[in-house]
């Protein structure tokens, strides 16, 4: 097994042979969904998390070896290879070691350096260096030039000749990993990230005061958390603020700092009043000033923004899998809402599939205010349509229309015997992307543009799953500073998160869209498209093997979906299962030894339980893939999504200004950071329940208490009318206005004394305040 197997098996902690099948079956085409669901036998059952940290690692590390070859060729092509280079490059465990070690053979153009080297002062640094009793001034004597060089050096008189000397010391030490990666992690555990307004920058403009709380700020830059360093980047690159690397701690003036201090240690050189000492010291200093201190920033910054949007990346991807195996309403008849005032609410009335039944626009707001109009058309539509649910887009105008929706519903109740719809308010996030999409136009081509998003946010809630996949992840609004992370690697994380979430609930296959079907493992949209036209021109699938009849879908990609794709009703009962079409010679065995029909066997707990896995088994399935299909048999078809529940919005509560202190109230969980959750408590404005506020204990990030789509109970702390902020809390023990801080909060996050202002160290509704402005006003 290759080195890269071993030491991806070390990091997840796992065995060797576990990673080496992974890799195999990856390199073979298989899917991460496919194998951690049918190869758990090959993988020793490793899971889709697992498989997914697996994969991002074999990239890199197969990246950083095609690297290595490349290094090492190039700097054999040079004829400075040695033994000890070779064996240092060889163990170098990271792109940045790599780099440091390429660094001193890397083509680049004449530097100072190699200019005075090319004038033979490289002997003259070495002496003094080797020599610091010997005179700076009369060594440099004899390599005086009478006239500048035609190398483009002028080395004509002494100081000239020291400053050549000098840059040959400052580059050599410059490039040397031994100074260079020591330097860089104690600035990494020790410096600090100091952030200031640019003082031409104007502190009332709202587009500059946004970054208010980074005016003047300094945190321990290994301590700084995601989503301030993902601000205060912004920050920089909206020119609003100045972010500078500082040492632990200033020098005095006329004094050495402390990175010199360092670098001088690390050299092993220290000022002895020697006569070279003073010269030596001003090329230390000049090495830090000129060639260090500003790569060691530029690196640690780049460290810092790689870190940063990792866990912004984890957090959308986390937010985003909440959202997507959010309970669905399923299969009722439902009216989706999508509000406007001057333009009107577009209206879209779908049935229990999902097909557009109905549209029509109302316009109860201003300048029509046709309330009895807008009243009388919803309710002919809820009447004719038997409409259950009633879906509301949370945008402009959401919380005028869910007043007219609350009037609609007393009128229903006054009426005898009749069932009234429920009315749930529903995120519109990416309707207006899905709207203008071609996928919209080739579904709804009949439907004018602004009544499309009406039918997603109808569907959104029957499946919020078949539907969100129609929209570009990026687009559906969980995620913090998406704009400013590496987009080639949200798209990435997205996508698997994408293609996980289909592939664990499965895809029915005779009604599944083809943005649905092309996330289905080992499906194209290509084939996803050849599959919705072969079943348009010969109807439903009847069973699994009909796949195979698809224009190019072959045996191996068959293989990839088949288990996948559910057919309800169809010739086999196996088929609406997640079974894969290769195990049903097991099924058969299992159906052998039970004496019953698939009927019979199918979700009968009592007849599966007094099989033993192991009785199946055969060389090629083993009895982890036996106890799957037994799991399987007894709840076909499971849907691993939680039941459908709403919030129960307080009736009296309908704007901010019927909050009051103390109320609490349910509300759904619709967005989480590290520094919260926001929560939807009926007002049409999310409120905030900082990290503090979770939980009766100490928190560090909020997904470890809450996630997008829960229904949780808060307090109402704090009503900031006037900016349209609430503060939150569901420590439901805890007085309005208490200061939310646990002791250790505040030092957890790198909080110091001086000028290092985390927002834990505030009071609870200001830390809420400014944690919701960084979500809320820095997000866009």
């Given at each position: 097994?290759?080195?890269?197997?071993h030491?991806?098996?070390?990091?997840?902690?796992?065995r060797a042979?576990?990673v080496?099948?992974?890799?195999d079956?990856?390199?073979?085409?298989?899917?991460?969904?496919?194998?951690?669901?049918?190869?758990?036998?090959?993988?020793g059952?490793?899971?889709?998390?697992?498989l997914?940290q697996?994969?991002?690692?074999?990239?890199?590390?197969r990246?950083?070896?095609?690297?290595?070859?490349a290094?090492?060729?190039?700097?054999?092509?040079?004829?400075?290879?040695t033994p000890?280079?070779?064996?240092?490059?060889?163990?170098?465990?990271?792109?940045q070691?790599?780099?440091?070690l390429?660094?001193?053979?890397k083509?680049?153009?004449?530097?100072?350096?190699?200019?005075?080297?090319?004038?033979?002062?490289?002997?003259?640094?070495?002496?003094?260096?080797?020599?610091?009793?010997?005179?700076?001034?009369q060594?440099?004597q004899?390599?005086?030039q009478?006239?500048?060089?035609?190398g483009?050096?002028d080395?004509?008189?002494v100081?000239?000749?020291?400053d050549?000397?000098?840059?040959?010391?400052?580059?050599?030490?410059?490039?040397?990993?031994?100074?260079?990666?020591p330097?860089r992690?104690?600035?990494?555990?020790?410096?600090?990230l100091?952030?200031?307004r640019i003082?031409?920058?104007n502190?009332?403009?709202?587009?500059?005061a946004?970054?208010r709380?980074?005016?003047?700020?300094?945190?321990p830059?290994?301590?700084?958390?995601?989503h301030?360093?993902?601000?205060m980047f912004?920050?920089?690159a909206?020119?609003?603020l100045?972010?500078?690397?500082?040492?632990?701690?200033?020098p005095q003036?006329?004094?050495?700092?402390?990175?010199?201090?360092?670098?001088a240690?690390?050299l092993?050189?220290?000022h002895?009043?020697?006569?070279?000492d003073?010269?030596?010291?001003?090329?230390?200093?000049?090495?830090?000033?000129?060639?260090?201190?500003?790569s060691i920033?530029?690196?640690?910054?780049?460290?810092l923004?790689?870190?940063a949007e990792a866990?912004?990346?984890?957090?959308?991807?986390?937010?985003?899998?909440?959202?997507l195996?959010a309970?669905?309403a399923g299969p009722?008849p439902?009216?989706?809402?999508d509000?406007?005032?001057r333009?009107?609410?577009?209206v879209?009335?779908v049935?229990?599939?999902?097909?557009?039944?109905?549209?029509?626009?109302?316009?109860?707001?201003?300048?029509r205010r046709?309330?009895?109009?807008a009243?009388?058309t919803?309710?002919a539509l809820?009447?004719?349509h038997?409409?259950?649910?009633?879906?509301?887009?949370?945008?402009?105008?959401?919380?005028?229309?869910?007043?007219l929706?609350?009037?609609?519903?007393?009128?229903?109740?006054?009426?005898?015997?009749?069932?009234v719809?429920?009315?749930?308010?529903?995120?519109?996030a990416?309707?207006?992307?899905y709207?203008?999409?071609?996928?919209?136009?080739?579904?709804l081509?009949?439907?004018?543009?602004s009544?499309r998003?009406a039918?997603?946010?109808?569907?959104?809630?029957?499946?919020p799953?078949?539907?969100?996949v129609?929209?570009?992840?990026?687009?559906i609004?969980?995620?913090?500073?998406?704009?400013?992370?590496?987009?080639?690697?949200l798209?990435?994380?997205?996508?698997?998160?994408v293609?996980d979430c289909?592939?664990?609930?499965?895809?029915?296959?005779?009604?599944?869209?083809?943005?649905?079907?092309?996330?289905?493992?080992?499906?194209?949209?290509?084939?996803?498209?050849?599959?919705?036209?072969?079943r348009?021109t010969?109807?439903?699938f009847r069973?699994?093997q009909?796949?195979?009849?698809?224009?190019?879908?072959?045996?191996?990609?068959?293989?990839?979906c088949?288990?996948?794709?559910?057919?309800?009703?169809?010739?086999?009962?196996?088929?609406m299962?997640g079974?894969?079409p290769?195990?049903?010679?097991?099924?058969?065995?299992?159906?052998a030894?039970?004496g019953?029909?698939?009927?019979?066997?199918?979700?009968k707990?009592?007849?599966?339980r007094?099989?033993?896995?192991?009785?199946?088994?055969?060389?090629?399935?083993?009895?982890?893939?036996?106890?799957?299909i037994?799991?399987?048999?007894?709840?076909?078809?499971?849907?691993?999504r939680?039941?459908?529940?709403?919030?129960r919005?307080?009736?009296?509560v309908?704007?901010?200004r019927?909050?009051?202190?103390?109320?609490?109230?349910?509300?759904?969980?619709?967005?989480?950071a590290?520094f919260?959750?926001?929560?939807?408590?009926?007002?049409?404005?999310?409120?905030?329940?900082?990290?503090?506020?979770?939980?009766?204990?100490y928190?560090?990030d909020?997904?470890?208490?809450?996630?997008?789509?829960?229904i949780?109970?808060?307090?109402?702390?704090?009503?900031?009318v006037?900016?349209?902020?609430?503060?939150l809390?569901?420590?439901?023990?805890?007085?309005?206005?208490?200061?939310a801080?646990?002791?250790?909060?505040?030092?957890?996050?790198?909080v110091?004394g001086g000028q290092v202002?985390p927002?834990a160290?505030?009071?609870?509704?200001t830390?809420m305040?400014?944690?919701?402005?960084?979500l809320?006003?820095?997000?866009?």
């Open positions: 097994m290759s080195a890269i197997t030491r991806i098996a070390d990091e997840l902690g796992v042979a576990q080496q099948a992974a890799v079956l990856l390199d073979g085409g298989a899917t991460v969904p496919f194998i951690a669901r049918y190869r758990k036998e090959a993988t059952g490793l899971d889709d998390t697992q997914r697996l994969e991002q690692r074999l990239v890199y590390l990246e950083l070896e095609a690297r290595r070859a290094v090492l060729r190039s700097i054999e092509e040079q004829g400075k290879l000890a280079l070779r064996a240092a490059i060889e163990a170098a465990a990271t792109k070691d790599l780099e440091d390429y660094l001193p053979y083509p680049k153009r004449r530097t100072k350096g190699q200019i005075a080297r090319e004038a033979g002062l490289e002997s003259l640094a070495d002496a003094l260096w080797a020599d610091p009793t010997r005179d700076p001034h060594a440099a004899p390599y005086v009478a006239a500048p060089n035609e483009g050096g080395f004509t008189t100081a000239a000749v020291l050549g000397a000098r840059d040959i010391l400052s580059e050599r030490w410059a490039e040397d990993p031994a100074i260079v990666q330097l992690e104690w600035l990494w555990a020790e410096g600090v100091r952030s200031r003082e031409t920058r502190p009332d403009d709202p587009e500059v946004k970054f709380d980074y005016f003047e700020h300094d945190e830059i290994a301590r700084v958390p995601s301030r360093a993902l601000a912004r920050g920089r909206q020119e609003v100045d972010l500078r690397l500082a040492q632990p701690q200033e003036p006329g004094q050495p700092s402390l990175a010199e201090g360092r670098l240690q690390l092993g050189w220290s002895q009043g020697r006569a070279a003073d010269w030596l010291r001003r090329c230390v200093a000049w090495t830090w000033r000129v060639k260090l201190s500003l920033e530029r690196d640690l910054f780049a460290r923004r790689e870190a866990v912004a990346i984890q957090v959308f991807g986390a937010n985003l899998r909440d959202l195996l309970a669905p009722r439902t009216m989706g809402l509000p406007g005032i333009t009107g609410v577009k879209a009335v049935d229990a599939t999902g097909k557009v039944v109905d549209t029509a626009t109302v316009y109860p707001f201003e300048p046709d309330v009895e109009g009243l009388a919803l309710a809820v009447l004719r038997g409409v259950e649910l009633i879906a509301i887009g949370n945008g402009t105008a959401s919380r005028e229309t869910d007043r929706v609350g009037e609609l519903l007393q009128r229903l109740r006054a009426r005898e015997g009749q069932r719809p429920q009315k749930v308010m529903v995120s519109e990416g309707a207006s992307v709207s203008a999409s071609e996928t919209a136009a080739q579904e081509p009949d439907l004018d543009v009544l998003g039918v997603s946010i109808a569907r959104r809630l029957q499946d799953l078949a539907e969100l129609k929209i570009d992840p990026k687009s609004g969980v995620g913090q500073y998406q704009h400013d992370v590496n987009q080639a690697a798209a990435r994380t997205l996508d698997a998160v293609e289909v592939n664990a609930v499965g895809v029915d296959l005779n009604t599944a869209s083809v943005p649905l079907l092309a996330r289905v493992s080992g499906l194209s949209a290509a084939t996803a498209r050849a599959l919705v036209r072969w348009d010969h109807g439903a069973h699994r009909q796949l195979l009849q698809v224009t190019g879908l072959g045996p191996k990609t068959f293989e990839q088949a288990g996948f794709l559910r057919i309800r009703g169809g010739d086999n009962p196996l088929d299962t079974v894969h290769e195990t049903y010679p097991v099924v058969q065995r299992i159906l030894a039970a019953r029909p698939i009927e019979a066997v199918m979700g707990a009592e007849v599966l007094t099989l033993k896995p192991e009785a199946f088994a055969d060389e090629r399935f083993g009895p982890v893939t036996v106890r799957d037994l799991a399987e048999l007894e709840k076909p078809g499971r849907d691993p939680p039941d459908f529940r709403v919030a919005f307080e009736e009296s309908q704007d901010l019927d909050l009051k202190p103390g109320m609490v109230l349910e509300g759904t969980v619709t967005n989480v590290q919260g959750a926001f929560v939807d408590i009926g007002v049409h404005q999310d409120g905030l329940v900082h990290v503090s506020e979770l939980a009766n204990r928190v560090a909020a997904r470890e208490v809450v996630k997008a789509g829960d949780v109970r808060v307090k109402v702390l704090e009503i900031d006037p900016r349209q902020r609430i503060a809390s569901m420590r439901l023990d805890a007085p309005p206005g208490a200061a801080p646990r002791a250790g909060y505040a030092a957890a996050h790198g110091r202002r927002r160290a505030e009071p609870a509704p830390a305040a400014s944690a919701f402005a960084k809320q006003g820095l997000r866009r």
